[in-house]
């Protein structure tokens, strides 16, 4: 069952590569659970099928990295990026995309949390493996208040200007 308006999301691990130590997360990969990152907060999330992809490193990333400030000034909390690649891969994507400090790139390796929210992409026969469709929402307090799925192959209504109109 796909995840819509008005549900909380559920709650799972993601992981993120964490550039400068600190002394509540260390160099390196660190997991984060969801239900801990979303209390309190609006977020806005966007998920992609892959990183370093077409679409996905010339426009979709990019969007969100250059529209930060103004979803921030809209009370935006936090920006994720969320794919089915690991931290290390998630890392050095945003690295390439300068998100840092702007989005957040948060792994799904395994798809689980993908899974759990029903948004789950079967690209097998291309030989990708289970990714994740396409989408944004905005979060608050871990509630659904937006939820733009896109179309097979589209890219229309989970771009930042999108979000930045229901933010």
Request: net charge neutral; with cysteine; glycine share 10%.
């Amino acid at each position: 069952m796909t995840i819509k308006v008005g549900d909380k999301v559920p709650d799972g691990t993601l992981t993120e590569f964490i550039e400068t130590a600190t002394d509540s997360c260390a160099l390196g990969p660190n997991a984060f659970q969801v239900a801990d990152l979303v209390k309190g907060k609006k977020i806005a999330v966007f998920a992609v099928p892959g990183a370093f992809t077409p679409t996905c490193s010339a426009k979709h990333l990019p969007g969100y990295v250059e529209s930060a400030a103004a979803l921030k000034a809209k009370g935006v909390d936090e920006i994720w990026c969320v794919a089915v690649n690991d931290a290390f891969v998630m890392g050095a994507w945003g690295r390439e995309q300068q998100s840092g400090g702007k989005v957040r790139m948060l792994a799904d390796g395994s798809a689980i949390w993908t899974k759990a929210l029903g948004l789950e992409l079967d690209l097998n026969a291309r030989g990708m493996g289970v990714r994740s469709q396409r989408y944004s929402m905005l979060l608050d307090d871990g509630v659904v208040k937006k939820l733009n799925v896109e179309a097979a192959g589209k890219f229309e209504v989970s771009d930042a200007a999108t979000m930045l109109g229901q933010a």
